[in-house]
Nanobody, 118 residues
């Protein structure tokens, strides 16, 4: 069974930066041909889309709330997706997950907690 494993979260002050990583574990995952995405879920809210990137690694798509502050990238050779988060705000506090886009239910991992203090 494939599971995507997120890492890189933590506690940061407003205005700070974090870089999240996501890589698959388990059986062989055909990473290269898939569009990948980051999602997040704040306490008491539904999971929401943050950003996605095609397998060609060009023209990422972003939620309006993170546009200009977050950058999604990928390294197909390493089967890894990244999310560089700059100018973080308290409202960015959430558990961040990666998945394919559209998301596949069985691929959800544990996520990584990002907490931004004011």
């Amino acid at each position: 069974q494939v599971q995507l494993v997120e890492s890189g979260g933590g506690l940061v002050q407003a205005g700070g930066s974090l870089r999240l990583s996501c890589a698959p574990s388990g059986r062989t995952f055909s990473f290269t041909a898939l569009r990948m995405a980051w999602f997040r879920q704040a306490l008491g809210t539904e999971r929401e889309f943050v950003a996605s990137i095609p397998w060609t690694a060009v023209n990422g798509v972003y939620a309006d709330s993170v546009k200009g502050r977050f950058t999604i990238s990928r390294d197909n050779a390493k089967s890894t997706v990244y999310l560089q988060m700059n100018s973080l705000k308290p409202e960015d506090t959430a558990v961040y997950y990666c998945n394919t886009h559209p998301a596949r239910e069985s691929y959800w991992g544990q996520g990584t907690q990002v907490t931004v203090s004011s």
